[in-house]
């Protein structure tokens, strides 16, 4: 027996509803036909993916592999069907890391609006982890992600540097006294990055968290999250300090001084689909525009980077 997209289908949505009649429900079909879909997978596969064993949903090792490549096929066939289906307007699917969203992603979005009404720009916000696996997936025809070993930056790309530190709500600051030590920041609650983020190893080294932890650790799933976290009382926590500008300004947030200083943290365009090259290289003109827009009137906590050329090169962006 053959795996087809359709048993990968019903896999894909049963390790993320964790139900056989939800599944059923979001796929039009009854639970047996559900069930008879993940069972010619699992033959066909000669493998185990669910641990029946279990008295919740459970996925065997081999399940958790196998859910990566549906989630492939499910992104692949998706993307397939959305560049078929032409002839209105076009869809550009960008995907950006945390800070971009919430600094010059809005000038981005507002200026491709502008520029290319038939253009409808689709926002993928997310960790490097999570949007490099939409780009091995081909959902992507842009990415703005940060420095990883794997991701070769597009040829020329311009880069935005964002300045990274602490800060914490008012009410925390001013239980202590500046600039905090390492030895300091341990004793207080912290709110931490997963560990796919690029600062949560930086921040662990600075705390030295293999070590007791005298104080909470908590922990968010995003930056947009985290600020939320931080203006709530949750505890310290390291930001881009540009996405919580307004909330410096407006007294919701207090940027924190600290003894061991937290490197700057880059972003740069690392992928372009080389098959629409006409429409990238316009959307990825309006892209630079509106980062280089958005660092000459918010100087404060970043810098705009023409060409970041230290690094080898990948996608050139041809005309």
């Not at 039009?28 to 596969?45: C, D, H, K, N």
């Not at 065997?60 to 692949?76: D, I, R, S, W």
């Not at 919430?102 to 997310?126: K, S």
């Amino acid at each position: 027996m053959e795996l087809n997209f359709k048993q990968m289908e019903a896999f894909y949505w049963l390790t993320q509803l964790q139900s056989y009649r939800l599944v059923a429900e979001r796929l039009s079909l009854t639970q047996p036909a559900v069930s008879a879909r993940i069972s010619a997978l699992e033959q066909a596969m000669n493998l185990q993916l669910i641990d029946r064993n279990s008295t919740r949903f459970r996925l065997t090792g081999e399940g958790l592999y196998v859910a990566e490549y549906a989630e492939m096929f499910v992104n692949l066939q998706d993307a397939m069907t959305n560049r078929i289906d032409e002839d209105r307007h076009r869809h550009f699917a960008v995907g950006m890391v945390g800070m971009v969203p919430l600094t010059w992603g809005v000038l981005f979005r507002e200026m491709v609006a502008e520029a290319v009404p038939n253009v409808i720009l689709d926002i993928y916000t997310g960790s490097n982890l999570e949007l490099k696996r939409m780009l091995r997936s081909g959902v992507l025809d842009m990415a703005l992600l940060t420095d990883e070993k794997d991701l070769a930056r597009v040829q020329d790309s311009f880069s935005v540097q964002y300045d990274v530190g602490w800060a914490a709500s008012p009410a925390l600051a001013s239980r202590v006294t500046q600039p905090l030590s390492a030895a300091d920041l341990r004793h207080q609650p912290i709110i931490l990055y997963p560990p796919s983020s690029p600062l949560s190893q930086p921040i662990s080294n600075i705390l030295q968290e293999n070590r007791a932890r005298p104080a909470a650790r908590h922990m968010g799933n995003s930056l947009a999250m985290i600020l939320d976290m931080m203006k709530m009382g949750y505890g310290f926590a390291t930001v881009a300090l540009a996405c919580a500008e307004d909330d410096f300004d407006a007294g919701r947030l207090v940027p924190i001084d600290t003894l061991d200083k937290v490197p700057p943290i880059s972003i740069h365009c690392v992928h372009v689909n080389s098959a629409r090259k006409a429409q990238v290289r316009q959307v990825y003109e309006i892209a630079k525009e509106a980062a280089q827009t958005w660092c000459r009137d918010y100087p404060r906590y970043t810098m705009f980077v023409e060409n970041s050329d230290d690094q080898p090169a990948s996608n050139p962006l041809e005309t």
